[in-house]
């Protein structure tokens, strides 16, 4: 997937991705995306990777299970409950960090 970002340093973007969710921070252009997958990304697989061109940031994530997807952005859930499963799979990452 490509995002608009640019004019920036790698290391001064923030990209997360656990199994359900992808989340940039660029504090320096106020930019913040955060994608809700509808279906669950390997998000320890060592080919996952982000790359920062002239006109965006490309970001290639291996999905568990080689699909086609029907959408990008999870419409299931609204308001709390999609939060609620955003959290939970941030917090799935953060305990792999750990």
Do not use: H
Request: charged fraction near 25%.
């Amino acid at each position: 997937m490509s995002l608009p970002v640019k004019n920036v340093l790698l290391k001064n973007v923030e990209v997360i991705f656990s199994d359900l969710c992808l989340k940039v921070n660029v504090p320096k252009i106020n930019y913040i995306e955060v994608i809700d997958f509808p279906f669950e990304i390997e998000f320890d697989n060592s080919l996952n990777k982000v790359q920062l061109t002239d006109v965006s940031l490309e970001v290639f994530l291996i999905k568990k299970v080689p699909e086609q997807w029907s959408e990008l952005q999870f419409s299931g859930l609204k308001g709390p409950e999609l939060t609620k499963r955003r959290n939970e799979s941030l917090q799935r990452y953060y305990d792999w960090q750990a």
